[in-house]
């Protein structure tokens, strides 16, 4: 069974860092574009960052220039690294990977992990 594993969350003041990790397992990392999602609360799940398995990145307007995505296809681990956080980001932060393969969906979540920014 697929799983992905987020770590990293917790609570950090205004202008701090934070860095989230998701472990994959049972999936052929590369092929799948790795993204981070967040839920405050209230609001609708929306997409942080993603970046496909060749390195491309795209990211929200609203944390361009402060966060960072990145992965490991060896260790298959994607990483966001967060910095300049402010309270607009306290969500929980959802690791995705999707990809299609012979036309078929493939669409895994993690379980969450709460990031909170104390103003």
């Known amino acids: 069974q697929v799983q992905l594993v987020e770590s990293g969350g917790g609570l950090v003041q205004s202008g701090g860092s934070l860095r989230l990790s998701c472990a994959a397992s049972r999936i052929f990392f590369s092929i799948y574009i790795m993204g981070w999602y967040r839920q405050a609360p209230g609001k609708q799940r929306e997409l942080v960052a993603a970046i496909t398995g060749t390195g491309t990145t795209n990211y929200t307007e609203s944390v361009k220039g402060r966060f960072t995505i990145s992965r490991d296809n060896a260790k298959s681990t994607v990483y966001l690294q967060m910095n300049s956080l402010n309270s607009e980001d306290t969500a929980v932060y959802y690791c995705?990977?999707?990809?299609?393969?012979?036309?078929?969906?493939?669409?895994?979540w993690g379980q969450g992990t709460q990031v909170t920014v104390s103003s």
């Open positions: 995705n990977a999707a990809t299609i393969i012979a036309g078929v969906d493939y669409d895994y």
